[in-house]
């Protein structure tokens, strides 16, 4: 088995990507919304923050009651405890990446876990 994997997503409301891409470390899911639609539920968890990406469009995350406008560029990181609710403008579709990563799970940055190969 090579040491990646490699997908290809196609535009479907929600794809999660644990199996296609045999994620051991993360859960990774990209979301598209409508315009004027929204995820039917409030949630939030037990160990894991999420981090938000929004790829295109426009739209809203209501957490822990703070409504917070989203826009194509835009990253929130939501604590695991918060309550988080998503939906997309009225006028205009959403698509959002979402990470999924247990909290202070992380060791090392780039720098201190990277292994630079022919370095002197």
Known sequence: MPNFKKVHVTPDA???????????????????????????????????????????????????????????GDWVRVAPAAKRQFSAATDSAITFLCIQVRERSLEGYTQDDAVIEGAQ
């Open 14 to 72: 929600r794809t999660e990507l644990h199996d296609s891409l045999a994620l051991t470390g993360a859960e990774i899911s990209v979301n598209q919304l409508p315009a004027g639609a929204g995820v039917p539920f409030v949630h939030s968890h037990q160990h894991n923050e999420e981090i938000y990406a929004v790829l295109a469009g426009r739209g809203r995350a209501v957490i822990d009651g703070e409504t917070v406008a989203l826009a194509a």
